[in-house]
Every structure is written in structure tokens, then in C-alpha cells.
């Protein structure tokens, strides 16, 4: 079953500006992990967040994990045209060592 | 270097008929993952495979069956294709265990008339 929901499910802004894309999950996790997915192609990992962590950054991206309400976000600054993708969280659970869970993703469109 | 290649990109084909899917990884992962992507972009993970054992076998059809002839090869047969087979089918790999991130391949779109 899909434990992870992303929201907004879709989400328009202009370039040059910030994006948060929320994930909420269920169940216990031992990490959580952030995909993007450009149209036609494959998902590509873009940052792990073990549930021991709050924060990290990686280039323009942030993530937070608040493990207390089940949440994560995924924030993008200053984007881009290029950053036009599906962004899919993914949980792997403390009690499922075989398989992530993923979200249904935020469909991101950023204008030029 | 292709890290995880995926044949045919694309493959349309008729009810009641069988096909297969290819999936090579050279990145040394033990660990291999068959998803479906539907139209409405819902991923699910269909099979997994460490180490040429099946580990995870979610509920699909039988008409479904993986094969991994070794580490780098996962490859995905399907009989009696039906419309509902319809879908974007992409192969992943990764290092064992939940904590690895997972390599996808370019995906097989695989329409079915």
C-alpha cells in the first residue's frame, strides 16, 4: 500500500522563485528519500533523510523530516525551468526492510 | 556509461499476446526492482530480486513473471497482455536494503490495442 502523500499535488510558479512540496506518511520509517521525475524518463534520487536528521540541504534543495507529525518537505530555491518535474517522496520502514513506500507526487511546473 | 538500461523503450502489441521485458545494471547493485507507473503517474512496485532471489512478489497477476539470470539482469515476462497492462514499466537497482537509494532505468512504455 502507498503510505506517502505529497502535496500539493501540483504546483505552478515563476522562475526564480521557491517551491515546498509536503510529504506525510504513516507508519514508523528509518528513512525518507526524495525522487524527481523529469516527463518521459526515469526517477532520480535526489536526497536521503534518515530519521534521526531534521534537516539537509544539497545544493538549492532542503529537506526537513519532522518525525512527531510524519512529515516531510522538499523545498526548491530559486527555480528554474529546468526543475519542471514530478518530485515523489519515498519512506522505507523501520519494520519493512525489503521495500520503499511511495507518494502519489507534486507535479511542478516552473514558468520562464 | 548507461547505468541501468531497459529494452524496448517502447512496445505496442496486441491482446493475448506475450512479451518481455529487458533490464541490465552495471553498477554492482545486488538488489534489482520491477515498478509499474500508471497514467496517472501512481508508482508500484511489482517484484524484487537480491542477489537472484525474489524478495518482495506484491500482488500481481501470474500472468506476470520476473527472471534474473544474475545480479545485473532482471527481466520481465508477461502472457495474455490486457489493455489494463497498459502502463510505463521501469526497472530499478540499488545496494541491499531499505537505506540505499534505487538507480531507475528510462522506463518501457508498453501500450496495449
Known amino acids: 500500500s502507498q503510505q506517502g502523500e505529497e502535496d500539493p499535488q501540483a504546483l505552478s510558479i515563476q522562475e526564480g522563485e521557491n517551491a515546498t512540496m509536503n510529504c506525510s506518511y504513516k507508519?514508523?520509517?528509518?528513512?525518507l528519500q526524495w525522487y524527481r521525475q523529469n516527463s518521459g524518463r526515469g526517477l532520480v534520487h535526489l536526497i536521503l533523510?534518515?530519521?534521526n536528521e531534521r534537516e539537509k540541504h544539497s545544493g538549492r534543495l532542503r529537506v526537513t523530516l519532522d518525525t512527531s507529525k510524519k512529515s516531510s518537505s522538499l523545498l526548491i530555491t530559486a527555480s528554474r525551468a529546468a526543475d519542471t518535474a514530478s518530485y515523489f517522496c519515498a519512506t522505507g520502514n523501520a519494520g519493512n526492510n525489503r521495500k520503499l513506500i511511495w507518494g502519489l507526487g507534486t507535479s511542478l511546473a516552473v514558468n520562464p | 556509461d548507461t547505468a541501468v538500461s531497459q529494452t524496448p523503450k517502447y512496445l505496442v502489441t496486441q491482446m493475448g499476446n506475450d512479451k518481455s521485458i529487458k533490464c541490465e545494471q552495471n553498477?554492482?547493485?545486488?538488489?534489482m526492482y520491477w515498478y509499474k507507473q500508471d497514467s496517472k503517474k501512481f508508482l508500484k512496485i511489482m517484484f524484487s530480486?537480491?542477489?537472484?532471489?525474489?524478495?518482495i512478489n506484491e500482488t500481481v497477476p501470474n500472468r506476470f513473471s520476473p527472471k534474473s539470470p544474475d545480479k545485473a539482469h532482471l527481466n520481465l515476462h508477461i502472457n495474455s497482455l490486457e489493455l489494463g497492462d497498459s502502463a510505463v514499466y521501469f526497472c530499478?537497482?540499488?545496494?541491499?536494503?531499505?537505506?540505499?537509494?534505487?538507480?531507475f532505468g528510462p522506463g518501457t512504455r508498453l501500450t496495449v490495442t
Open positions: 507508519t514508523s520509517i528509518n528513512n
Open positions: 530499478a537497482s540499488s545496494l541491499s536494503g531499505t537505506m540505499a537509494e534505487q538507480y
Open positions: 533523510i534518515r530519521s
Open positions: 530480486y537480491n542477489n537472484k532471489e525474489l524478495i
Open positions: 553498477l554492482g547493485h545486488d538488489t
